[in-house]
């Protein structure tokens, strides 16, 4: 049925509206028809199963229709320039303030350029303080730069003995010799009657004319203008004044006088500026701005990276990736991806180079003499070879592979070469400015005697610190709102949970949880009143020692005159709530209803609620049991980042938990260090490993699986489908329908990436995106297709009474029903279901999907390849967005897993997951700086045993 049309009518508001947010008949996805009742001005959670309708209740209703809400109290001629957005399905909301969202966008699109500093203005409010009241120093000497006023000039001139005689003038040009009449010339025109020429004062109308050959009328001239002469005596100060003033208007605030004492013969030149300069090598520099202290502008870039602070560098293990192969095809650029010229000489110089050293062309490179490997990837700038070139043979230096490869990559005008190059190079610190970003004159400012570059480096602990020092120092007066602006964004920053954190942290980096704490940190900052904030788990990545500073935060908006509104899986988060409106009972279909709405005291009374069986510990997910470990997988020495040289090992054939706060180093020793050395190995990965002493124990291992919560799609025409790459098989089965091979269809007509069978209005998204202006981008369903991404003619075929587009609506439950005849179809739906998401349809866009829903994708996908054993996975916080009946689904297949002979580590804050852990390794004991050490490692029991020792063991 086609759904009702919706009419603005003006409503008056009621003393409910006043006190409730009041929500009648939301019909949005998988919501029947939902009435719901919130206080207003209350911390209010939002919980449920995966796919129940929390989401849907929450941002596609109650966000949505104060989105709405707010673009038609615009002015019409405003709303005139934007395209209008659809009405959500709801009937009405009562009662509804300003809305606000903080969602989980993910940060894999941001520039490199934007970081913690740059989003939260921190950035903005640290260049007016250095620019302000930094003291300048020279980057070349180090002495002190200093401004000089037209006074203090005329000062330095008088200072002098009387009757010195002074030539003042001002410098004006370089050209040749040819064209020194123009020059002159036009000097004349504006009154000048003395130039100097190369040095020589001369009458302007004495000057020698310019004659000779065409050579002689190329050279160069230097040409300065004397704008007054004069004798030092009494009464000749304003005369001077003026003489220095037009001269420093003619030499853009550079001059010069030329002085001849009394008792003197020679003229000897003082230069004279009124622009910065310094005091001991005289060198000038233009005045500080707020410019100079950006990254994005030329003014304050460092010139080398360009502002960025890393640049790519050719790595030796990704150049020479198998040191198995002999010396002569070792250097992979060389045998792929290049031209065959290039190639071609490139081995031709080799071989000669071979001869003369001399090395074993033939040997294998992981045999070759350290001596000889350093040779030919860094050369020798000393020692000359001959090589042949053409006919001819020069003598030349060896410069090196990387040298080369470099040289390729920056002077090369294929585009296409470059991008392959890429591939064997890695972000390296910038030599010049070593990560800080700004050039050598920006970085020479100091503040209580640290650079802006430090500063940005602090974490943001570090940083309030140093803020707060800066209270009491006098120069800071003019620009005292600067700094407590400054103080109260970090403070905001350091109660979120972001102490960690470093200011010049690239924006990319963080998870969705810190993108979102980051997020709400601002709105902290802004100090609104009257506001409905609508946040999507807020605490994924915390830490449930960093709970309470968070939960802290949002009840500090409630407590301002806000409406909060979080959805949460929390079980702190649900206990310190006001209100709690519990989703369900199931997903996709079987959600969509409100089964709880009220207190907590009175949540726990519910029988329908899942949720309080929980939080009244009645329903805990079950203790697994495990055999004794054999064999341990062992990483040596890891120092990258923050880890303290640690040895950390884990037992094979089990699932191990790393934990500690946030921040504590567990991503860089999982991640960083253990699984990009298992990309290399197992899966052929150009990856770096951080920095570590070995591993031991790989050879356990026959796959490395990583499963992450990047996105698995930036395109609305990414889905689920498409991704476990069942969208083949279903396209093959319309292709086989009698209706489609009478057509001549085959299975590209229903794919949605190519014309033919797809919508060309909105070119098989479903959704056409809107221009906002400045609130952005919205998408709005396509008015040609209506959603189904396929022309009239697509949809006409069916299969079992659907068409495409229907099939796609299916969810994953559904599916696996309809498609119960099919072993492909029904083997990888199954596996859907296993990691709980049985409620996603099929053809949900990819950029709806939420980073825990990206990951528990990506094991389906794993899962459904049936593998054997002697696999080592790593998973980076699987549980994140489940609900605890979704968290027993999902832990049910990490232990088939497990049991089938592969090793599982996860990196993981929950505590029900962690005790049922086989082992634990707990790194910390803070975030950032202060962590980087194993605090803890052996069975949760142990842990348990030790509990107040370690963060975690308070809570396990």
């Known amino acids: 049925m086609p759904k009702p049309k919706k009419t603005s009518v003006p409503i008056l508001l009621s003393a409910e509206s006043r006190t409730h947010i009041h929500v009648k008949g939301a019909r949005e996805h998988n919501l029947k028809n939902v009435e719901l009742t919130i206080p207003r001005n ?138 020194q009449a123009e020059v ?5 025109r504006h009154g000048f009657q003395r130039v100097r020429l190369n040095g020589e004062v001369f009458d302007i109308d004495d000057v020698p004319a310019a004659t000779g050959t065409k050579k002689a009328l190329s050279a160069p001239v230097t040409i300065d203008v004397i704008v007054d002469r004069l004798v030092l005596r009494e009464g000749v100060r304003s005369r001077l004044a003026d003489s220095l003033e037009l001269a420093f208007k003619e030499g853009r605030n550079s001059a010069f006088v030329l002085l001849r004492g009394p008792e003197e013969e020679d ?30 502008h030329p003014s304050g870039a460092c010139p080398t990276c360009g502002g960025l602070g890393t640049l790519p560098q050719f790595i030796p293990e990704l150049v020479v990736p198998d040191p198995e192969k002999r010396t002569r095809d070792a250097i992979r650029p060389w045998n792929y991806g290049m031209a065959f010229m290039i190639i071609f000489m490139r081995k031709r110089w080799f071989r000669q180079l071979a001869k003369q050293y001399p090395f074993s062309y033939e040997t294998k490179w992981k045999d070759q003499p ?42 090369t005008e294929s585009v296409n070469l470059r991008t392959r190059l890429l591939a064997y190079q890695h972000l390296e610190l910038c030599p010049d400015c070593k990560g800080l970003r700004l050039n050598s004159r920006s970085l020479a400012v100091r503040l209580n005697d640290v650079s802006i570059g430090e500063f940005l480096n602090y974490d943001i602990e570090e940083a309030l610190a140093y803020v707060k020092s800066l209270a009491d120092l006098p120069e800071l007066k003019a620009v005292e709102d600067a700094r407590s602006g400054l103080e109260a964004r970090l403070s905001f920053l350091v109660k979120t949970g972001l102490s960690y954190l470093t200011l010049n942290r690239e924006y990319s980096t963080l998870s969705g949880g810190e993108i979102q704490r980051v997020r709400l940190a601002a709105q902290l900052g802004l100090g609104l009143v009257g506001v409905t904030y609508v946040l999507d788990e807020p605490s994924i990545g915390l830490h449930p020692i960093d709970n309470a500073r968070l939960i802290d935060q949002l009840k500090g908006l409630r407590d301002s005159g806000n409406t909060v509104l979080v959805i949460e899986h929390d079980a702190d988060m649900m206990r310190a709530a006001d209100y709690i409106v519990e989703t369900g009972e199931g997903a996709g279909p079987l959600g969509g209803n409100v089964v709880f709405s009220g207190t907590l005291k009175n949540c726990l009374k519910d029988g329908r609620s899942r949720t309080a069986k929980f939080l009244s510990k009645d329903n805990e997910i079950p203790r697994r049991q495990f055999s004794r470990f054999r064999q341990w997988l062992t990483v040596k020495d890891a120092r990258e980042h923050n880890l303290k040289n640690i040895t950390v090992s884990f037992p094979c054939g089990m699932l191990t938990g790393v934990c500690g706060v946030s921040g504590s180093g567990k991503s860089t020793l999982v991640n960083k260090i253990l699984g990009n050395a298992a990309a290399r190995r197992f899966n052929r990965a150009k990856v770096v490993p951080g920095k570590h002493g070995g591993i031991d124990g790989f050879d356990f291992f026959d796959g490395f699986v990583r499963v992450d919560q990047s996105p698995i799609g930036r395109s609305p025409r990414s889905n689920p ?24 269809y085959d299975a590209g007509r229903f794919s949605f990436n190519k014309k033919g069978g797809r919508c060309e209005k909105c070119m098989g998204d479903g959704q056409i995106a809107l221009d906002m202006q400045f609130l952005g981008e919205t998408w709005v369903t396509c008015p040609s297709c209506h959603g189904a991404r396929y022309n009239r003619e697509t949809l006409e075929v069916l299969y079992k009474g ?28 199954q596996t859907l279901k296993d990691v709980g998401l049985g409620y996603l349809t099929l053809g949900q866009s990819a950029t709806t999907l939420s980073g825990g829903e990206a990951q528990r994708l990506k094991l389906a996908v794993e899962l459904a390849k049936n593998k054997r054993g002697k696999t080592l996975y790593i998973l980076d916080e699987p549980t994140t967005g489940l609900h605890w009946d979704d968290i027993k689904k999902l832990m049910d297949v990490l232990f088939r897993l497990r049991d089938a002979g592969n090793t599982i580590l996860i990196i993981e804050h929950n505590t029900d997951v962690l005790r049922q852990a086989d082992y634990l390794v707990e790194l910390g004991p803070t975030g950032g700086k202060l962590g980087g050490n194993v605090l803890f490692s052996g069975t949760p029991a142990d842990l348990r045993s030790r509990k107040g020792e370690t963060p975690t063991s308070r809570f396990i």
């Not at 229907?806 to 990888?828: G, I, K, M, N, S």
């Open 721 to 744: 489908a498409t991704f476990t790459g069942i969208f083949d098989d279903l396209r093959k089965l319309f292709a086989g329908t009698p209706l489609a091979k009478a057509r001549g």
């Open 184 to 188: 002159l010339e036009d000097l004349r």
């Open 267 to 296: 003229w000897r030149e003082i230069p004279l500026r009124l622009d910065f300069s310094c005091s001991s090598c005289g060198k000038t520099y233009e005045p500080l701005t707020p410019k100079h202290f950006s990254t994005n």
């Open 802 to 829: 659907l068409n495409i587009s229907q099939v796609l609506e299916l969810t994953v439950d559904e599916a696996e029903e309809f498609f119960h005849a099919l072993p492909p179809l029904q083997r990888v739906l």
């Open 42 to 179: 209350t911390l209010t959670v939002f919980t449920g199963v995966s796919g129940s309708g929390k989401s849907s209740l929450a941002f596609d209703t109650i966000y949505a229709e104060g989105a709405r809400q707010y673009l038609e109290s615009l002015s019409a001629k405003l709303r005139a320039n934007m395209e209008s957005i659809p009405h959500p399905d709801v009937d009405f909301i009562h009662g509804l303030s300003p809305v606000i969202a903080i969602e989980q966008h993910t940060s894999s699109g941001a520039s490199p350029r934007s970081t913690v500093a740059t989003v939260t203005e921190i950035a903005d409010y640290a260049r007016i303080l250095w620019s302000v009241a930094g003291t300048q120093y020279c980057p070349d000497c180090g002495g002190k730069i200093t401004s000089r006023s037209l006074d203090d000039c005329i000062g330095e001139v008088l200072a002098f003995p009387q009757g010195s005689r002074v030539l003042v003038g001002a410098f004006c040009q370089k050209t040749t010799r040819g064209l």
């Open 370 to 411: 350290e001596e000889v490997r350093n040779f030919i990837l860094y050369g020798d700038p000393e020692r000359e070879f001959s090589f042949r070139v053409g006919r001819s043979t020069q003598k030349r230096t060896w410069p090196g592979v990387l040298k080369d490869l470099t040289y390729i990559a920056t002077t």
